[in-house]
């Protein structure tokens, strides 16, 4: 009981000799021990790693998990070092929506065939996203969570030991230099002199020492900015892979769009072969039915009795196609496309072209002209305008 109560009273003049130096320091009376600029420098450089390393590390768990309550929430669970629940992705939730939605229309509609379709891609996106926020949290917030959690409080700790170290040494020279002048003025030699020095020895060489072990962990940092290197590559990695899924899981998407709108406006506008002038399909009142009453339609060109079908045939010359009387439709090109032979038309992007559709014709493919050249010309290039 007695060596404790020691203990804390000598704890208690420890605490009180560096709270009088700190105080003193700052009031531009107590002399400071100046660290070397080198040791500056990588004090400096550990703060600016642990400030970005945190600046970094929230936004990207926001970027990962906009949703400020979910992000809690997981933050919740490992805190109690228990597993994350599984979540559904905004994909996912969308596509059993219109997954939903295309079996209360009917699936056999268009807009439920096309509802399905585009449900099964948001589906495929939103188990991507899944996965790569799955490889984003092992490969890139966990190293940086790891650092402010493991070495940056070890840093911390040897910071604040070292800090007290220098106070007590600040503080025993000080009264070394109390205890020299008081020795000058009384002109013989004081005991205080002696035990200020052996004191400030003892201070000298903690101080030492520690500066030491904290200089070894904060020149640890190059070390551990190569790490987050690594991890960035690795994120980079992930987010690329993933935004290559989404956009190859799109394209397959537009794709299937471009052939139903095709069979569509095969449905609706191409003649009846047997017809002299343009006539509706006898699937035109269903169609019109649907909800899809927006799309622009295609004049055709109507087959004439007699005249070979060269389109039917597998044969196109664009010379000999002729355009309807009236009626015809202008398109802007959505993306280049280089002509695969003499009976295609080659498109650049933004550019204005008239096209129609012939009887038979491949519902994924157009007439298109562009003043005097003419060719087939894919659907899912263009969009078609009113």
Known sequence: MEFNVKKLASDAGVFFSRAMQFTEEKLGQAEKTELDAHFENLLARADCTKNWTEKILRQTEVLLQPNPSARVEEFLYEKLD????????????????????????????????????????QRRLGAAEREFIRSASINFLTPLRNFLEGDWKTISKERRILQNRRLDLDACKARLKKAKAAEAKAALWNDEVEKAEHEMRLTQTEFDRQAEVTRLLLEGISSTHVNHLRCLHEFVESQTNYYAQCYQFMLDLQKQLGSSKGEL?????????????????????????????AVPTIPVVPTIVGVPNTVAEGVLNPNEVKPPASGTRKARVLYDYEAADSTELALLADEMITVYSLPGMDPDWLIGERGNQKGKVPVTYLELLS
């Open 265 to 293: 406006f095969s449905g609706t506008f191409v003649g009846n072969a047997d017809s002299t002038s343009p006539a509706a399909a006898p699937s035109a009142p269903a169609v019109a039915a649907a909800p899809l009453p």
């Open 82 to 121: 228990r597993k994350v629940p599984s979540r559904v992705t905004n994909g996912e939730l969308l596509a059993q929506y219109m997954t939903e939605a295309a079996n209360d229309f009917g699936p056999g509609t268009p807009y439920g065939k096309t509802l399905i379709k585009v449900g099964e891609t």
